[in-house]
């Protein structure tokens, strides 16, 4: 199909919501590295499934092929695949990478991942919980555990100037606000950043767990890892209202704001993902005007061929969810449907598959 838009495809019945779904493992290690990670992939659907991957390195340089499949056969529900950090390897038919890497995972529907790192001496942790906009366990000068976190760009455009503040336990700031910690990470680059460096970053040290506060970045991950009686590696990352990271998009946690707050123009542009069909090339823009009642239309614009399509679509009353976007053009049988998630009643998140096998994903901003 020469005129491609690559819009998201939501599969709907009365008494379900499938969406196709991408998560990844955070800190794959090398075959080499004396720490061994495993990658555990679980199925908690009633249904069997199939899973592909794309491996990144720490530059954010894919290693191996793209979309690889990770298994053969099936995954049977409630079943989970498991991969060593060597299976990996072999899979994507590459020597031992340099430094930890991310291993994107796709699959039709929902799914968990865990990592189990086993440290030489024989502890054994979860690495693999990530957070959005903080971490809180970054040790001070008093303390002999050194603390690592792991800037990662899920996204596929480069994330710049990332800078945040920090904070003693009694709330006062170290330091100044709103220092620049990293100056670009490229799309899926993950670099380490430890308790040290932030202090000369932030000129100054603490004493205690200190909280180091980062946002304005939605495709930013941070994974706070403290390196224990040196021996083995605990995530910290994981804490009550950690932001869950999934694509799932029915989650019932109430909006802070009405439907009505969402009223509005909205655009959004973004680029293939990697698991999408070979020649899904170019960009898509988007851009509607949202109703106070919810209703959602406007145009889907692709580029460079600048083929465009009309759209509609609806939120649900409670404004947590859109759904239901349809665009299609019958005239040359070519077809796709949408689905999306408010951060805000600013920022909406969309994604899906078109009848090409092109899948996108991007923030929408209310202008």
Not at 41 to 47: M, T
Not at 78 to 89: E, K, M, N, P, Y
Request: proline share 3%; glycine share 8%.
């Amino acid at each position: 199909m020469t005129k491609q838009i690559y819009l998201l495809i939501l599969l709907l019945s009365l008494s379900d919501l499938s969406v196709s779904q991408t998560l990844r493992a955070y800190l794959v290690t090398t075959p080499a590295s004396n720490n061994i990670s495993e990658v555990h992939i679980i199925n908690p659907s009633d249904n069997s499934q199939n899973y592909t991957g794309t491996l990144y390195s720490s530059s954010g340089k894919q290693v191996g092929p793209n979309s690889v499949a990770l298994h053969g056969g099936s995954i049977r529900a409630q079943g989970r695949l498991i991969l060593s950090s060597s299976q990996i390897a072999d899979l994507f038919d590459t020597l031992p990478w340099q430094g930890p890497a991310m291993l994107e995972i796709s699959a039709d529907s929902d799914f968990k991942v865990m990592i189990k790192l086993k440290s030489p001496s024989g502890f054994i942790s979860n690495t693999n919980c990530v957070t959005t906009d903080s971490v809180h366990n970054i040790e001070g000068a008093d303390q002999r555990d050194r603390t690592y976190i792991r800037f990662i760009n899920i996204g596929s455009e480069r994330i710049s100037n990332v800078t945040g503040s920090l904070y003693r336990a009694n709330g006062t700031i170290i330091g100044s606000a709103d220092r620049t910690i990293i100056s670009s990470l490229d799309p899926k680059e993950q670099v380490w950043v430890n308790n040290e460096q932030l202090e000369g970053i932030f000129d100054s040290s603490w004493s205690g767990p200190a909280t180091l506060d980062v946002r304005g970045h939605s495709n930013l991950r941070l994974l706070n890892l403290n390196y224990v009686n040196s021996e083995t590696f605990f995530n910290f990352s994981c804490f009550e209202g950690t932001f869950a990271e999934t694509n799932v998009v029915n989650q019932a946690n109430t909006p802070s704001w009405e439907l009505a707050d969402l009223a509005g123009n909205w655009f959004g542009q973004g680029d293939a993902l990697a698991f999408s069909a070979p020649d899904c090339t170019g960009s898509l823009s988007v851009q509607g005007t949202m109703s106070s009642n919810g209703y959602f239309s406007g145009t889907a614009r692709s580029f460079p061929s600048n083929y465009s399509l009309s759209f509609d679509a609806f939120t649900l009353t409670d404004g947590s969810l859109l759904v239901m976007g349809m665009a299609v053009d019958y005239s040359i049988g070519y077809g796709a449907s949408f689905s999306g998630k408010f951060y805000s009643d600013s920022v909406m998140r969309i994604w899906g598959r078109d009848t090409d096998n092109c899948f996108t994903q991007f923030d929408m901003i209310k202008r």
